[in-house]
């Protein structure tokens, strides 16, 4: 793979801590070269804990997880979340999960949020760690849709129960703010954290 050139800064491989194929399908888009390796963790939610500080704790510890494993690199972890209502939205449990957590969204704006950490593994340095925020707007969906959309699987694993990249689109009715966040990787935040590590 040729890496992404710009200003020498994209040249380095780096460690990707997540088992996403959405964030691993972001970087191969934009020609970064990454391995991915084992960042699992613990992801429940402390009581009463931030979304933002959620996402960006977990994202921590899959790249603290993933760089416990190396004697060298640049890693990348991640995590995203979904906001409505002030309810936070991690992955659904089940099928039905998924059909409570389309009808809350349905018809309204919510907020997602993807919390990422770099580090230089061997180096000493702090953990960089940043958030990027993005609004969606879905449209108003029939019980009809909603067995429509939990029937093609694509709620299983993902974050609100949807992903925007698939069929979900067609119930997208707006969004504000970063495309690749809503996906499950900030990209462009990365590639500036990236610049100071």
């Not at 391995?35 to 500080?53: I, K, M, Q, Y």
């Not at 979340?81 to 991690?90: A, F, H, L, N, Q």
């Not at 609004?135 to 019980?143: G, I, K, L, N």
């Not at 029937?151 to 690749?180: H, N, P, V």
Request: with cysteine; proline share 3%; aromatic share 8%.
């Amino acid at each position: 793979m040729t890496p992404f050139k710009a200003q020498g800064a994209l040249t380095e491989s780096i460690y990707l801590a997540s088992t996403s194929p959405r964030r691993a399908e972001i970087l191969r888009a934009v020609g970064w070269p990454f391995e991915l390796v084992n960042g699992s963790v613990d992801e429940t939610r402390f009581p009463d804990e931030e979304a933002v500080t959620y996402v960006r704790r977990l994202a921590q510890a899959k790249c603290e997880a993933a760089a416990e494993t190396l004697e060298a690199g640049l890693v990348l972890g991640a995590d995203t979340t979904v906001v409505v209502d002030k309810e936070v939205m991690g992955q659904p449990r089940d099928d039905e999960d998924a059909r409570r957590m389309l009808r809350l969204l349905s018809g309204k704006w919510h907020e997602v949020l993807t919390g990422v950490a770099l580090v230089r593994v061997g180096s000493g340095a702090d953990y960089l760690v940043g958030h990027e925020s993005s609004r969606v707007r879905f449209s108003e969906m029939t019980d009809q849709e909603v067995e429509w959309y939990v029937a093609t699987g694509e709620t299983r694993g993902k974050a609100g129960a949807y992903g925007i990249q698939g069929a979900a689109s067609l119930f997208i009715k707006e969004i504000a703010g970063d495309y690749l966040n809503i996906v499950g990787l900030p990209v462009r935040l990365v590639y500036e954290l990236s610049k100071r590590v």
